[in-house]
C-alpha cells in the first residue's frame, strides 16, 4: 500500500510569487491535513478537509488556502509569498478523521521563498 | 502557551543507556500518538495511545499514557544511534476531530 505522497519535495519561490502544493493520501483514507513546520515555530496546523469540505483551519492568513478533490487529492495555495513562508509543509492523511484514527504524513515539501 | 509540552527539548545519551521522554497537556487528551522524524524528513508514526492507562511497545520503544489522560511518556530501553532524531507527540485534545496538535519536538542525540 503507497504511502502518502508529496510533490513536489524541493521548491524554491520568489517573494510575491504563488505556490501550489500537492498531497495524495492513502488509498482510502478521506481525511487530509495540512501543517508547517519552521525551527521556531515547530507544527502549526494549517487546515484539514474531509469530503472536499474545509473542516477546521489553522490560524494562518488568508494567503493560504486548500481545496480536496473528490479522490481524496489535496492541494494547498499560497499567494503573494513572503521570506517568512519558507518552511517545510507537510500532509497526513486518516482514514477518516476523529479521535483514535492513525494520521500518517509525506515526507514534505520544503518550500524556500527568496 | 503550549498546548503540549514535551520534556526535555534536548536529549543526548551514550549508546546502550535508557531515555524517557515525557509530554504533558493542560487538558484531557483524546487519542495521543508519537512520532519520529529525521531532519527536513516527513514524521513517522510509531504509537497511537488511546486509553488512560494504556502501553504499548514496539521494539525497544513503549509508550504509555497515563490514568487521568493528560500526559504521556516515551521510553526507549538501551538505546542506539538508529533511535537518534526527534520525536513529537500530537494528540486529539478537547474532542476537536479535524486537528491534530503537536508539542514541540525533543531531539534525541545517541552517541556510540
Known amino acids: 500500500k503507497a504511502g502518502v505522497t508529496q510533490t513536489p519535495r524541493y521548491l524554491i519561490k520568489t517573494r510575491g510569487q504563488q505556490v501550489t502544493l500537492s498531497c495524495s493520501p492513502i488509498s482510502g483514507h478521506r481525511s487530509v491535513s495540512w501543517y508547517q513546520q519552521t525551527p521556531g515555530q515547530g507544527l502549526q496546523f494549517l487546515f484539514e478537509?474531509?469530503?472536499?469540505?474545509?473542516?477546521n483551519k489553522g490560524n494562518f492568513p488568508g494567503r493560504f488556502s486548500g481545496r480536496q478533490f473528490s479522490n481524496s487529492r489535496s492541494e494547498m495555495n499560497v499567494s503573494t509569498l513572503e521570506l517568512g513562508d519558507s518552511a517545510l509543509y507537510l500532509c497526513?492523511?486518516?482514514?477518516?478523521?476523529?479521535?483514535?484514527?492513525?494520521?500518517?504524513f509525506g515526507q514534505g515539501t520544503r518550500l524556500t521563498v527568496v | 502557551s503550549q498546548e503540549l509540552e514535551q520534556s526535555p527539548q534536548s536529549l543526548i545519551v551514550q549508546e546502550g543507556k535508557n531515555l524517557t521522554i515525557n509530554c504533558t497537556s493542560s487538558k484531557t487528551l483524546y487519542g495521543l500518538y508519537w512520532y519520529k522524524q529525521k531532519y527536513g524528513e516527513g514524521l513517522i508514526f510509531l504509537m497511537m495511545?488511546?486509553?488512560?492507562?494504556e502501553e504499548k511497545s514496539h521494539e525497544k520503544i513503549t509508550a504509555k499514557l497515563d490514568e487521568k489522560k493528560q500526559q504521556s511518556s516515551l521510553h526507549i530501553t538501551a538505546s542506539q544511534p538508529s533511535h537518534a532524531g526527534i520525536y513529537l507527540c500530537g494528540a486529539d485534545i478537547g474532542g476537536s476531530n479535524y486537528k491534530l496538535t503537536f508539542g514541540k519536538g525533543t531531539l534525541l542525540t545517541v552517541n556510540p
Open positions: 495511545l488511546q486509553k488512560g492507562g
Open positions: 497526513a492523511s486518516r482514514r477518516i478523521p476523529g479521535e483514535n484514527t492513525e494520521a500518517f
Open positions: 478537509y474531509f469530503s472536499e469540505t474545509q473542516r
